[in-house]
C-alpha cells in the first residue's frame, strides 16, 4: 500500500513564502515521476509541477518562476517552493505519485491560504 504525506501549508500573505513536502511510503518505486496538483473551490484540479526522478520538470503555465519542484530519490520525498506567493495561489494542493505516465496515487491534501 503506497501512501502520501503531504505537509508545510498554511497561511500566507502575498509575496510571502511557503515549501510543501511529500513524503512517500509503502511499495513505491524510485524512478515514478511525483507532482503536485492543486484545486481551488468550483475549479478543476490542475497540474501545479512534476518531477521524474532523472530531474526533468514540467511546470503549470501560472507558477513559472515563482515555484520550484524538487525531489530526494533517498528519501522519497518531493517539495514544492513557493515564492511570490499570489491570492490566485489559494487551493487544496495535492502530491501524486505516477504509474506510468498518469496521476495514480494521491495524498490528503495540505491547504495553501494567500491573503491580499
Known amino acids: 500500500q503506497v501512501q502520501l504525506m503531504e505537509s508545510g501549508g498554511g497561511l500566507v500573505q502575498a509575496g510571502g513564502s511557503l515549501r510543501l513536502s511529500c513524503a512517500a511510503s509503502?511499495?513505491?518505486?524510485?524512478?515514478?515521476?511525483m507532482a503536485w496538483y492543486r484545486q481551488a473551490p468550483g475549479k478543476q484540479r490542475e497540474l501545479v509541477a512534476s518531477m521524474t526522478s532523472y530531474g526533468i520538470t514540467v511546470y503549470g503555465d501560472s507558477v513559472k518562476g515563482r515555484f520550484t519542484i524538487s525531489r530526494d530519490n533517498a528519501k522519497d520525498t518531493v517539495y514544492l517552493q513557493m515564492n511570490s506567493l499570489k491570492p490566485e495561489d489559494t487551493a487544496g494542493y495535492f502530491c501524486t505519485l505516477y504509474q506510468g505516465t498518469a496521476p495514480w496515487y494521491w495524498g490528503q491534501g495540505t491547504q495553501v491560504t494567500v491573503s491580499s
Open positions: 509503502g511499495r513505491i518505486w524510485s524512478f515514478n515521476t
